[in-house]
């Protein structure tokens, strides 16, 4: 749901502009007076990281309710220009155009662009899906969102762009919209994308994309297998906080939950209460081998000292996570897997998600305890 922003922005000086600008003009909504501006050429963005130019801003302060920025003169570009604590306004141009941006108001985010009819139809979208995201967050701040919201609001969200790309099949937001599609759905839009449509400036994001949403859809597919019910966890051997070896299989006899965190990982922090009571009412029949990825030694230790964790603990030294999250189809953390003591996996759970505690009691109450 989130509202992706192309990252690895690539920024240069202002010596290569032409003549033609952005003109930025604000609602008395507005309050905003300093706005730091980040640009670059879109060619750049898609480079790999060691061959991407430094990053660049430019300061601008409001006169008159508005600002000025400069177009580069030598391709395509965009400009991010903060409007809040976590919206946007992405701008794309090309040499010798002369735009302008209205802003109505910034919470919630609301705009239009004359001038290009790319950044046009971006602003409509942006507009529309934003009030979704909206929604959404309003959502997220009481508590947890039932999932039938959260589905219904995602299917709406996904809506907006999937009917824009049917609706203007050529035109040269089509590669915008199909950013903001996920899985099967990105892969469908792009694989039908129009002739015209892949010759958008911004069709240069859409292949690192696809590599990225392949390897999710592999590691949904790999997840979906090692669920069935018939994989054997893949064993694994890490030291715990005293240096000493310990292996997955050294539980076998037990239910375990594998449970991958790193102390950066707000998300992870907040499971660890219903972890501690599952604990407690499960222990000595269940384990918990907490696995702590990505993570600097120091850290990992006193995090462990500092969220007195009770169970057993090792230290994965391994960069990006290494074979040991492949194996598990961690896509993001925390992620919990539960193993039965015959050392089978029964499911694979990513995110905190109260429903994982569910599934758990599920097993254990039906599971007859050891003798």
Same mark, same amino acid.
């Given at each position: 749901m989130k509202k992706?922003?192309? &990252? *690895?922005?690539? !920024?240069? /000086?202002?010596?290569?502009?032409?003549?033609?600008?952005?003109?930025?003009? #604000?609602?008395?909504?507005?309050?905003?007076?300093?706005?730091?501006?980040?640009?670059?050429?879109?060619k750049d963005m898609v480079k790999p990281e060691s061959e991407r130019p430094e990053s660049q801003k430019v300061h601008k302060t409001v006169t008159n309710g508005e600002f000025t920025l400069p177009v580069l003169s030598e391709g395509a570009a965009q400009y991010v220009i903060p409007m809040g604590q976590r919206e946007y306004i992405i701008i794309y141009t090309n040499p010798g155009e002369e735009l302008t941006v209205n802003v109505e108001s910034a919470n919630?985010?609301?705009?239009?662009? &004359? *001038?290009?009819? !790319?950044? /046009?139809?971006?602003?409509?979208?942006?507009?529309?899906?934003?009030?979704? #995201?909206?929604?959404?967050?309003?959502l997220s701040a009481t508590g947890s969102p039932e999932t039938?919201?959260?589905?219904?609001?995602?299917?709406?969200?996904?809506?907006?762009?999937?009917?824009?790309?049917?609706?203007?099949?050529?035109?040269?937001?089509?590669p915008y919209a199909i950013l903001h599609l996920e899985g099967e759905d990105f892969m469908t839009a792009y694989n039908n994308m129009s002739e015209a449509a892949s010759q958008s400036p911004l069709a240069i994001f859409l292949e690192p994309q696809k590599e990225r949403v392949q390897k999710q859809l592999d590691a949904e597919r790999r997840k979906a297998e090692l669920m069935s019910g018939n994989v054997l966890a893949p064993d694994f051997t890490f030291n715990d906080i005293e240096g000493?070896?310990?292996?997955?299989?050294?539980?076998?006899?037990?239910?375990?939950?594998i449970d991958f965190w790193g102390t950066w990982c707000p998300w992870c922090i907040k499971g660890f209460p219903e972890l501690k009571e599952a604990y407690k009412e499960y222990s000595p029949r269940l384990e918990i081998l907490g696995v702590a990825c990505n993570d600097e030694y120091d850290a990992w230790k006193n995090g462990v000292k500092k969220y007195d964790l009770p169970w057993v603990n090792v230290y994965n030294p391994e960069k990006k996570g290494g074979k040991?999250?492949?194996?598990?189809?961690?896509?993001?953390?925390?992620?919990?897997?539960?193993?039965?003591?015959?050392?089978?996996?029964?499911?694979?759970?990513?995110?905190?998600?109260?429903?994982?505690?569910?599934?758990?009691?599920?097993?254990?109450?039906?599971?007859?305890?050891?003798?």
């Open positions: 992706t922003l192309l &990252t *690895g922005l690539t !920024l240069l /000086s202002f010596a290569t502009m032409s003549m033609a600008d952005v003109t930025v003009k #604000l609602g008395t909504a507005v309050t905003t007076s300093e706005f730091d501006v980040e640009y670059g050429y879109l919630p985010l609301v705009y239009n662009i &004359t *001038g290009s009819q !790319l950044m /046009s139809d971006i602003a409509d979208l942006d507009t529309r899906s934003g009030e979704l #995201l909206d929604i959404f967050r309003t039938a919201e959260v589905e219904k609001l995602k299917s709406s969200y996904d809506k907006i762009f999937t009917d824009y790309i049917k609706e203007n099949p050529d035109a040269s937001a089509v000493n070896p310990v292996s997955l299989s050294d539980f076998l006899g037990k239910w375990v939950i040991l999250l492949e194996d598990y189809a961690v896509e993001g953390f925390p992620t919990k897997a539960l193993i039965n003591p015959e050392g089978v996996i029964v499911n694979i759970t990513v995110g905190h998600n109260p429903k994982f505690f569910e599934i758990v009691k599920e097993h254990l109450s039906m599971a007859v305890p050891n003798e």
